[in-house]
């Protein structure tokens, strides 16, 4: 199986179930790596980045 046959799996994975895939595979993952809680976070300031929503830190300190 490759990475992209794997990440077209999670695509169709229901919402509902997505909390328990992400425990399972963190379980393959190296103990450093961002915990679920984090990679919600990276995933909504994508999405953020991807609207225009992101602000620099010049226009929040200004």
Do not use: N, Y
Request: aromatic share 4%; glycine share 4%.
């Amino acid at each position: 199986m490759s990475r992209d046959t794997l990440r077209g799996l999670v695509e169709i994975v229901d919402e509902k179930e997505i909390d328990t895939l992400c425990r399972i595979l963190l379980k393959f993952v190296q103990e450093d790596v961002a915990t679920p809680d984090e990679v919600e976070a990276i995933r909504e300031a994508r999405q953020e980045i991807e609207k225009g929503e992101l602000f620099t830190h010049e226009d929040v300190w200004v």
